[in-house]
């Protein structure tokens, strides 16, 4: 069975701080490592990533997959109250019958004082 | 695009009750996933399709739940009988083949007092 685990599950920091998010899986075939952001409503997406190594970045926020020991980190730098959120990881798989599947961790809870 | 289109956005309903969620993905993906949400559990699948065919359905809690897609634009999923510990937030997902992300609808918030 797929599995993903975060951590921390949660996580209180200030304006300004950098925080580090992460994420370890078990896939029978893994085919993409995916981020996402929950506010109120829907996720709604952040990264994909399918190589080892190459650094995904979209302004202050960026992600890393590690193919080799399992795990991704999701950092933000400069944090501001508006990154408040759930943040959630899955993976994918490619392999038989799973083609496709999405499997979501429990989500980092991440609390940004002003 | 309207993104993926979910009804309703709040049920309530009695214990013992029919529950229907409805779900319209984006139009040409190939991909339809039901999931759910709770504090306790966070997002878990509970079904999903490939080009109307259920391809995973190990996620359904038990024989109460069921899922349909019965035409590449809509999806159900019915509850019957609900029960209380079936409370959640219901959201349905959609995609493209070729991996894709996931696009999310808004949810819908279930009740079962």
């Known amino acids: 069975e797929d599995k993903v685990v975060q951590s921390p599950l949660s996580l209180v920091v200030h304006e300004g701080d950098t925080v580090t998010l992460n994420c370890s899986y078990e896939?029978?075939?893994?085919?993409?490592l995916l981020w996402y952001k929950q506010e109120k409503k829907a996720p709604t997406f952040l990264f994909m990533l399918?190589?080892?190594?190459i650094e995904k970045k979209s302004g202050r926020l960026s992600s890393i997959l590690d193919k080799k020991e399992l795990f991704s980190i999701l950092n933000i730098t400069a944090t501001q109250t508006g990154d408040s959120a759930v943040y959630l990881c899955?993976?994918?798989?490619?392999?038989?019958?799973?083609?496709?599947?999405?499997?979501f961790g429990q989500g980092t809870i991440l609390t940004v004082h002003p | 695009d309207a993104g993926v289109i979910q009804s309703p956005r709040h049920e309530v309903t009695e214990m013992g009750q029919e529950v229907t969620l409805r779900c319209k993905p984006i139009?040409?993906?190939?991909?339809l996933f039901w999931y759910r949400q709770t504090m306790m559990r966070g997002l878990e699948l509970l079904i999903y399709?490939?080009?109307?065919?259920?391809?995973?359905d190990s996620g359904m809690p038990e024989d109460r739940f069921s899922a349909k897609m019965p035409n590449a634009s809509f999806s159900t999923l019915k509850i019957q009988p609900s029960e209380p510990r079936d409370s959640a937030v219901y959201f349905c997902?959609?995609?493209?083949?070729?991996?894709?992300?996931?696009?999310f609808g808004n949810g819908t918030r279930l009740t079962v007092t």
């Open positions: 399918t190589s080892s190594g």
């Open positions: 896939v029978t075939n893994f085919r993409s």
């Open positions: 399709f490939n080009n109307n065919v259920p391809i995973d």
């Open positions: 899955a993976v994918e798989s490619a392999g038989g019958t799973s083609y496709g599947k999405l499997t």
């Open positions: 997902a959609s995609r493209s083949m070729g991996g894709a992300p996931l696009h």
């Open positions: 139009s040409g993906h190939d991909y």
